[in-house]
């Protein structure tokens, strides 16, 4: 197993990733244009969920373990992100703060509600923080796309953030209702893990250097992998061998149902 980065490390990533979207935002000529990543929304409406997001996980990170989030963290009725760019960029400052200083306060074993119950992250304020450096990058490169000037994730960033998705949002102890497979995902960067989807569940782990192959192998850039499993590019963006089925239906599965 990979160890995943330490705490402080985390915090500083967020800082990093808000400042960045921030920056992103604040040089954007026209917050009323839509986000082709995220097409319900114009970048006005990708800024207020960024500071509506932040603010609910810092009200979820305050309240602790529950088995619901708590009746206060939606963000009805909370402030509207300013127009005036000052202002905004204030209110967005304001809002990642709160999250850091909620998580600051819990650290990292805390208990607390997330929707993930059934995959391999745990239920802490140190698994939200992992979560949110990933939230808070897919989101600046949505604002930087929809400038034209798109720019890879950090490279630290986005390896992390391979593992990050495969563990909290692909893991699943709901039983794959399908054809057993393995996926197997390698960066260039050279890590790599394996997906085993099975009557089990899915899991992730790292993949063995004499592991034999999988029923399907994506290789790219750490970030282009990133940026797939959130569904921001295609999968003709990376090189796969194998069958691809596996993925094709992993992608349209809701475990939920």
């Not at 529950?66 to 202002?87: F, H, M, N, V």
């Not at 989101?139 to 994730?153: E, F, I, K």
């Not at 194998?242 to 239906?249: F, I, N, S, V």
Request: proline share 9%; hydrophobic share 40%; with cysteine.
């Amino acid at each position: 197993m990979h160890e995943i980065l330490e705490f402080p490390e985390v915090l500083r990533l967020i800082e990093d990733r808000s400042a960045a979207f921030r920056a992103a935002i604040a040089s954007a000529p026209d917050l009323d244009v839509q986000v082709p990543t995220c097409p319900d929304w114009t970048l006005r409406e990708l800024a207020q969920h960024f500071g509506d997001g932040r603010r609910r996980q810092a009200a979820i990170v305050t309240a602790g373990p529950g088995a619901e989030p708590p009746a206060k963290t939606s963000p009805t009725g909370a402030p509207t992100a300013p127009r005036d760019p000052e202002a905004l960029d204030a209110w967005l400052a304001e809002s990642a703060g709160l999250m850091l200083d909620a998580l600051r306060a819990a650290g990292p074993n805390r208990g607390c509600w997330t929707w993930w119950g059934r995959s391999q992250a745990p239920e802490t304020s140190g698994a939200v923080a992992r979560h949110q450096v990933q939230e808070l990058a897919v989101h600046t490169y949505d604002v930087q796309l929809t400038r034209g000037a798109a720019q890879p994730l950090p490279t630290e960033i986005a390896v992390e953030g391979v593992d990050e998705f495969l563990t909290t949002v692909s893991a699943t102890t709901v039983p794959w209702p399908f054809k057993p497979a393995t996926i197997d995902l390698h960066s260039t960067e050279g890590r790599s893990w394996r997906l085993t989807l099975n009557a089990d569940g899915i899991r992730s782990d790292a993949l063995a250097a004499d592991a034999e192959p999988g029923d399907l192998a994506i290789r790219g850039p750490a970030s282009e992998l990133v940026l797939y499993c959130y569904d921001r590019i295609p999968l003709d963006r990376l090189e796969t061998t194998g069958t691809t089925e596996p993925m094709d239906r992993l992608a349209e599965w809701d475990p939920n149902e």
